[in-house]
C-alpha cells in the first residue's frame, strides 16, 4: 500500500545529498554541517540549527549554520537548561515555540537568548546512538512562533535521519581503528622477529626491550617498533638481518 501524500522533490533531494556524503566516505564534520544547513533549507520557519555532539565526557557544537547559533549552544551549556539541554535527557523533543512568553520552562535560558541573539523560538531534539545519549539537533528561529508543530515533525526526521548519519561516521571510525590497530600489531610483530634475529634473544625480551624502550622515550609502542623496523632495513634492506647471518654462517 502506497500513500498519497505528496512528498516534497526538494526534501527527497536533501536526504538523497546526505545519503551520498555518508556513504561516499565524506568527513564526519562535511557530515555534520550537511545535517544543519538541511534543517535551515527544509524546515519552515528555521533561521539557523546547530548540532549537539559528545566528546569524550562534554558536548560541543559539531556544526552550526552560524555563529548565533553558535552561541545559543554555549549559553545552554552554560546555564545548565534550555531546550536544546533538556532534549538530550529527555524521551521527547522540547519546543518552546515563543520564547517571549512569561510561562517559559527555562527562564534563565530565556532572558540570556532574549537579550543577546535574535531568536524567538526553539526546538531541541536528541540523537541516540545504539540506545545511547551522543547529542542534539537544535533548531531556532528569529520570529515568535515561528517553529509550528509542522516544523517539529519535519524536525524530528531530520534529526532521525541525524541519528543514523552519527551511527555510519562511528561505524567508520571504529573500523579505521581496527584497521589501525592490525597494522601496529603487525609492526610490534615485525619489529620483534627483526631484534630475535639481531641479538638473539627470545621472543618475550625482545618485546620487553620494545617495551622499555617506548617507556624510556615516552613514545607509542607503535612507533618505536616501527623505528626498529626503519633502522634494520636501512641497515640490511627488507629482507632482514637473517640474511646477513647466514652469509657469516657460511664463511
Known sequence: MTSDVPVDPTITDAFRQMSALIYAGAD??????????????????????????????RYVTAASTDDIARRIDQIELEIGEGPCVDAIVSEAYQH????????????????????????RSAIG????LEGDKVGALNL????????TSTSADLGAVIASFASV???????????????????????????????????????????ELLRSTSQELN?????????????????????????GAKADSQV
Open 28 to 57: 564526519a564534520g562535511s557530515i555534520h554541517q550537511s545535517l544543519v544547513d538541511s534543517a535551515l533549507q527544509l524546515v519552515e520557519g528555521c533561521d539557523r540549527a546547530s548540532l549537539l555532539v559528545r566528546t569524550r565526557d
Open 125 to 128: 531534539y536528541r540523537l541516540l
Open 165 to 207: 548519519a552519527l551511527m555510519a561516521i562511528r561505524a567508520r571510525e571504529e573500523a579505521a581503528t581496527l584497521r589501525q590497530g592490525l597494522t601496529s600489531n603487525r609492526e610490534i610483530g615485525k619489529a620483534v622477529g627483526l631484534l630475535m634475529a639481531a641479538h638473539h634473544i627470545s621472543g618475550q625480551e625482545a618485546f
Open 96 to 119: 518552546d515555540a515563543d520564547l517571549t512568553d512569561a510561562k517559559t520552562p527555562w527562564p534563565r535560558f530565556t532572558e540570556r537568548i532574549v537579550a543577546e541573539t535574535p531568536v
Open 219 to 243: 613514545m607509542k609502542l607503535a612507533h618505536v617498533a616501527s623505528q626498529v623496523i626503519q633502522g634494520q632495513e636501512s641497515q640490511f634492506g627488507p629482507a632482514g638481518p637473517a640474511g
Open 140 to 147: 531556532f528561529s528569529d520570529t515568535p512562533g515561528g517553529l
